[in-house]
């Protein structure tokens, strides 16, 4: 059989010309930071090359006051950093178990109902952040609206939740429609032929979903999982409002130094972080693809 040799396309000069103005964007508003980020970090207040900034981080130390009174030594950053992670991806794990089956709802309903629970999902989104953080506090605070009607109805007031309760929550409301999206948009464009093949071997409706659909829907997933994690552990305002002032987490750490005009050890803090994102969303891209292209 006679090999059919394809010649390469020519790439035309408006396409050649085409991602300047995003490369150029990208390298200015992405890069240089990032940049700058990584110089003020491994530097000095002389702009001397130095490590203590990376150091303080994994060594400073404080003492706390444990529930029975003692008094103990902690690795402060450290705390705070695991602190942000944990309640980062509970946040995330809650998102997921809820976008999921939202996503899936809204890729299996009619074209027009889907565009109406697009907008429903995306309206929050369109009103300030500030604005939609500061309204969960009027509700999940002890004098909020919730005890309110309770005291009105005379039946007391209760704890609706705890500190971590409230920032886990205003998390979820702020970054579910990002975990929704994602799954969505590959739900969409699934093949519905393959769901019907499944059935057709014998597949009832919980086996379609776990050898068809999630498989097929994983990228979204991993997308929605990265695009919720990032914000979540790195987000202050949140834990500032809901967390009563009293609850620290990384974001505050960068932001406390970053007031106090220690900006080198600001920076230094904000490095290490994205270093931890970028790992945490190359291990998601590596699984992602390896689940994608049937990788062992």
């Avoid at 700058?36 to 090359?49: G, R, S």
């Avoid at 008094?71 to 950093?81: A, D, N």
């Avoid at 109902?113 to 953080?133: D, E, G, V």
């Avoid at 834990?239 to 002032?245: E, T, V, Y």
């Amino acid at each position: 059989m006679k090999k059919v040799i394809v010649p390469p396309q020519r790439v035309q000069p408006h396409e050649r010309v085409a991602p300047v103005p995003y490369m150029v964007w990208a390298v200015l508003f992405t890069v240089v930071p990032l940049l700058f980020i990584a110089y003020y970090a491994l530097t000095d207040n002389q702009f001397h090359f130095t490590f203590d900034n990376i150091t303080r981080f994994f060594t400073a130390t404080s003492t706390m006051e444990a529930a029975d009174g003692t008094q103990k030594v902690i690795h402060t950053y450290l705390l705070i950093f695991w602190r942000s992670f944990k309640l980062a991806l509970i946040s995330t794990a809650v998102c997921l178990l809820m976008g999921y089956p939202i996503a899936y709802i809204i890729a299996r309903a009619s074209p027009k109902a889907q565009s109406t629970m697009i907008t429903l999902i995306m309206i929050p989104m369109w009103m300030n952040f500030l604005i939609r953080t500061y309204a969960w506090m009027t509700i999940l605070q002890d004098t909020g609206i919730l005890n309110g009607i309770l005291s009105a109805l005379h039946l007391g007031t209760v704890k609706i939740i705890g500190t971590e309760g409230a920032v886990v929550v205003g998390m979820v409301y702020d970054f579910l429609p990002y975990m929704i999206l994602p799954i969505y948009s590959v739900m969409a464009k699934m093949d519905t032929r393959l769901l019907e093949a499944a059935r057709d071997l014998g597949c009832n409706s919980l086996g379609v979903l776990r050898r068809v659909i999630f498989p097929l829907s994983l990228p979204g997933v991993f997308s929605g999982i990265t695009m919720v994690l990032v914000p979540s552990i790195s987000t202050f305002y949140i834990s500032q409002k809901l967390g009563n002032g009293k609850f620290y987490l990384i974001g505050d750490a960068i932001e406390g130094q970053y007031v106090a005009n220690n900006l080198h050890f600001a920076a230094a803090i904000a490095f290490i972080l994205m270093v931890a994102l970028l790992l945490s969303m190359a291990v998601f891209q590596r699984l992602a693809n390896r689940r994608s292209y049937g990788g062992a």
